[in-house]
């Protein structure tokens, strides 16, 4: 290869590298997340001893709505049943959220009184990772958060879910989801 050749190649590489660095460390918009997004992941639980790793298939799809955006979510656990031959459980989830007064969060639609409300969500961006928390006041005052964050990658989506109950974290799970439609 030419010095010109070597030398060219190089600021290419050098290019692309600094693009992908400024890229992660910008703020994206929500419409990046739009589309619909399938995978998997491997769920960590210290809350039972023969269900501590547990494969789960997951489906995402985040939508504009209004001024702001749904995010459906359904995944396929298997912690129950026998360990050998699992019961498969589907559970899905449906939140939409509007604008605050502050930029990259919105309150879920509903969401008004923690003591009160089933839930209270809310979402977030920081760079490539849409964050969404939900949060449930027990009847006995201590609260459980569901922290989903939703990390866009060249690749697809990093998902990393961890569940806490009053600040300990009792699960979590870690997958890859690829973007399977618009």
């Not at 998902?159 to 989801?177: I, M, N, P, Q, S």
Request: aromatic share 10%; glycine share 6%.
């Amino acid at each position: 290869m030419s010095r010109l050749n070597t030398f060219l190649a190089a600021t290419t590489l050098i290019v692309v590298a600094f693009a992908a660095s400024a890229w992660a460390q910008s703020t994206v918009s929500i419409n990046a997340f739009y589309g619909k997004w399938s995978g998997s992941a491997i769920s960590e639980s210290n809350i039972s001893v023969n269900f501590r790793l547990t494969a789960r298939d997951m489906d995402v799809e985040v939508r504009p709505s209004g001024d702001g955006f749904t995010v459906l979510w359904t995944t396929v656990l298997r912690q129950r049943g026998n360990p050998n031959d699992p019961t498969p459980e589907r559970r899905s989830t449906e939140l939409r959220f509007e604008p605050t007064d502050k930029p990259n969060v919105w309150r879920a639609v509903g969401s008004t009184d923690p003591l009160v409300d089933e839930r209270f969500a809310w979402a977030r961006i920081a760079k490539q990772t849409l964050t969404v928390h939900l949060m449930v006041i027990r009847d006995d005052g201590g609260y459980d958060l569901q922290v989903y964050d939703r990390t866009l990658k060249p690749t697809g989506m990093d998902l990393e879910f961890t569940a806490f109950r009053d600040g300990t974290a009792r699960r979590t799970a870690k997958g890859r989801l690829v973007k399977v439609a618009n």
